[in-house]
């Protein structure tokens, strides 16, 4: 038997406004809330087939890049349709040492936290 996640915590200053930006990126919706953290994951809920994602609401200062990064892929559009939109939720570009050849973009979320936006586009669960 194997284990799987089911969850991913990020730890923020705000998570109101990081719930609101990923829900929009994922197409979650908030599932939960303890204390100041949120849980956000898809429409049916924790358990399925993709992970939740916990915005934990954690003052101190970040220092140096995320050890762990989120990367997605557009469903519905191509990456550049993709990056658009995630372009107008609030994402900005990050320059982490790209030669400018990647099939990738680097983004920042509204607190700075990188993730990636891969060209293959995924089908829909």
């Known amino acids: 038997m194997a284990s799987r996640i089911s969850e991913l ?37 924790f358990g399925g087939a993709q992970p939740t994602l916990v915005l934990s609401r954690d003052d101190l200062p970040r220092s140096g890049l995320l050890r762990l990064h989120i990367d997605v892929n557009a469903v ?3 990456q550049d349709a993709e990056l658009d939109r995630l372009l107008a939720l609030g994402a900005r570009p990050v320059d982490v040492g790209q030669t400018g050849k990647e099939s990738w973009h680097v983004l920042a979320d509204p607190e700075g936290n990188e993730f990636c936006l891969l060209r293959r586009r995924l089908e829909p669960l």
């Open 9 to 45: 915590i990020l730890k923020c200053r705000d998570p109101e406004t990081l719930a609101r930006f990923w829900c929009e990126v994922l197409d979650y919706t908030e599932l939960g809330r303890e204390g100041d953290d949120i849980e956000i994951g898809p429409r049916e809920g």
């Open 76 to 78: 519905d559009r191509d």
